[in-house]
């Protein structure tokens, strides 16, 4: 029986098949021809498009903070990547998982569930996306302790706290990774007067963007638009500039870590404080994160290994064992 895992992100979808592994991981970008309205380009070869095109085509982001914003194009990109993750016979139709945020309304999943049964699936799972993240870090869902999972991705930021298999309690917050790059651009324009791309603070938050600031500063030279000349200039940023842009965001990310704990059975946060919050998602791979968080809630956190890859590797973990995750599994057609 044919089976796949499908972390769909705000920023990136990964896709993992049981018994491969990852077989794809892609921006979720699509890229469309205005005079037909017809998708020339998904995933890597549509991001690169970004910035880059002329009138007659549109690129775009399907999906808003973890929801899907545009129906048929969220179709056809679910559509490209089970075609691309490959290897099935046309005529079986895979079964599918996909991870859905934790605050999901009925509507947003009717319409992944629709949206992945037109692209062709058999049937449809799907799984809240902290619980995914959770199996994926390997941590023991099903015991009686509570188990803290932050999950920082492109469009949303959730928490949970995780035990005897469910949610106790959970928060998001509609900051990822996404607003990071956009406080970026801001603070550069502000500060050097340099207009740059969004793509171009993804790089820079990447090689020297850190949670909080350091003694030895680590430096980079970017290059982008002086909005006094309006012609190309190079300017040196520091890693610490970073931090400041950033921090706002930042702060708000760690705040809902201390609302949850405090609607969290008092049992459950003894647990937490020994065992700690596991960070995953892409925004995890910001150095120093697990330190500002242990520094401002006094909770000890450590990053998942390769933290990028945890829901997908959960999808998968899910789809081997389907009977054992049964509570977890919504909406199958």
């Given at each position: 029986?044919a089976?796949?895992g499908?972390d769909?992100?705000t ?13 794809i991981n ?8 205005v005079l037909d ?14 910035g880059r ?5 549109i690129?775009?982001?399907p ?13 056809a990109m679910?559509?490209?990547?089970i ?10 139709k ?9 605050g999901?309304t ?11 049964l037109?692209?062709?699936?058999k ?11 959770a ?7 099903n015991?009686p302790?509570?188990n803290?999972?932050l999950n ?6 959730e ?14 917050v509609r900051?990822?990774?996404?607003k ?13 007067g ?10 820079i ?10 003694s030895q500063?680590?430096?980079?030279n970017i ?13 040196e940023?520091?890693?610490?500039e970073?931090?400041?842009?950033i921090?706002e965001?930042?702060t ?16 459950l946060c ?7 919050i596991m ?8 150095k120093n ?7 401002v809630?006094g909770v ?22 389907l009977?054992?995750?049964k ?6 057609r």
């Open positions: 029986m089976k796949i499908i769909l992100g920023t990136n979808t990964v896709v993992f098949v049981p018994k491969k592994g990852i077989v892609e921006p979720s970008v699509v890229a469309i021809s309205n017809k998708i020339i380009a998904v995933g890597n070869m549509a991001k690169e498009m970004i095109t002329p009138d007659s085509i690129v775009s982001k999906l808003v903070d973890g929801a899907i914003a545009d129906y048929r194009i969220t179709e679910i559509k490209h990547f075609k691309k993750s490959g290897g099935f016979l046309s005529f079986v895979p079964e599918v998982l996909i991870s859905v945020p934790a999901i009925s509507t947003e999943k009717r319409a992944v569930i629709e949206a992945a037109n692209a062709g699936a049937s449809v799972y799907l799984v809240k996306e902290p619980v995914l993240a199996i994926g870090a390997k941590i023991p869902i015991s302790a509570g803290m999972i920082i991705g492109g469009g949303t930021t928490l949970a706290v995780i035990s005897l298999g469910g949610i106790v309690s959970w928060s998001s900051i990822g990774g996404n990071l790059d956009q406080a970026i651009v801001g603070y550069i324009k502000k500060k050097h340099l207009a740059i791309g969004e793509r171009t603070a993804e790089l938050k990447i090689n020297i963007g850190s949670a909080i600031k350091e500063e680590d430096r980079i290059k982008g638009r002086d909005l006094a000349t309006g012609y190309p200039k190079t300017v940023i520091t890693s610490n970073i931090t400041e842009a921090s965001h930042l708000e990310i760690v705040q809902i870590i201390k609302s949850v704990l405090e609607v969290t059975p008092p049992e003894s647990d937490i404080m020994d065992r700690g960070i995953s998602g892409g925004g995890a791979m910001l994160i697990s330190t500002l968080i242990t520094r809630t000890p956190a450590r990053v998942a290994d390769d933290p990028l890859f945890c829901v997908a590797r959960g999808t998968g973990i899910v789809l081997s064992n009977d054992s995750y509570r977890n599994v919504m909406a199958k």
